[in-house]
């Protein structure tokens, strides 16, 4: 039970569902109540898909590229910080779509919410997720590990809901909308350098 306690808290900590309600608020903006529920559903299932690779078969996977989990937390936090600049010039916001004429295309809506997924599943949460499971491992199923994707992505998926359902009609992404996404990207980039910084220590001093 204390391994289980253990790893929801540390993929709480990582994936951050509070970080994650903000970013979708600010990415979906210009979409109506319903495009957004499907959008949060659709973020959370991609999310679980890859912790659970991540859980099961992660360890192996970078052992068949001989890719040591610093380096991966080294060119991840590279590929956030790029998307935290992204998010920072607001390109999103400044070509959003007219809502009168937004067609609800669904790989679009995984296109805007690229940054918010990648937030979610980063290198820091997937280093996590495989550290867990490898070190709580029974018979071959990490269940701690599994048990904190389920709880922490559940909690996400509601509080990502409840952002959803708070539009009340497809206005245009105002200012608010336009500051929360830059501030966001701002977080992410701080985070994409803390992974990098952090895997390049742990790499050096190894």
Not at 66 to 95: E, Q
Not at 164 to 192: C, E, F, N, Q
């Amino acid at each position: 039970m204390e391994d289980h306690l253990q790893a929801i808290v540390t993929l709480f900590s990582l994936v951050n569902p509070m970080v994650c309600a903000m970013m979708f608020t600010g990415l979906t903006a210009g979409r109506t109540g319903a495009q957004r529920v499907s959008d949060a559903t659709r973020a959370i299932l991609t999310i679980a898909v890859v912790l659970t690779i991540a859980a099961l078969a992660g360890a192996r996977i970078l052992d068949i590229f001989g890719i040591p989990l610093d380096v991966f937390s080294v060119a991840g936090g590279i590929v956030l910080s790029f998307i935290g600049f992204t998010m920072l010039s607001g390109s999103r916001s400044d070509n959003a779509p007219d809502p009168a004429t937004q067609n609800p295309d669904p790989s679009a809506a995984g296109a805007a919410l690229a940054p918010m997924i990648l937030f979610a599943a980063s290198p820091g949460t997937i280093t996590g997720v495989i550290t867990i499971a490898a070190a709580h491992s029974r018979r071959g199923i990490p269940l701690p590990a599994l048990t904190g994707i389920c709880v922490v992505l559940a909690i996400t998926w509601v509080l990502l809901l409840l952002v959803a359902r708070r539009s009340k009609s497809p206005k245009g992404p105002s200012l608010a909308h336009d500051m929360v996404t830059r501030y966001m990207g701002l977080i992410v980039i701080a985070m994409g350098i803390k992974f990098a910084l952090t895997g390049y220590k742990a790499f050096m001093t190894g």
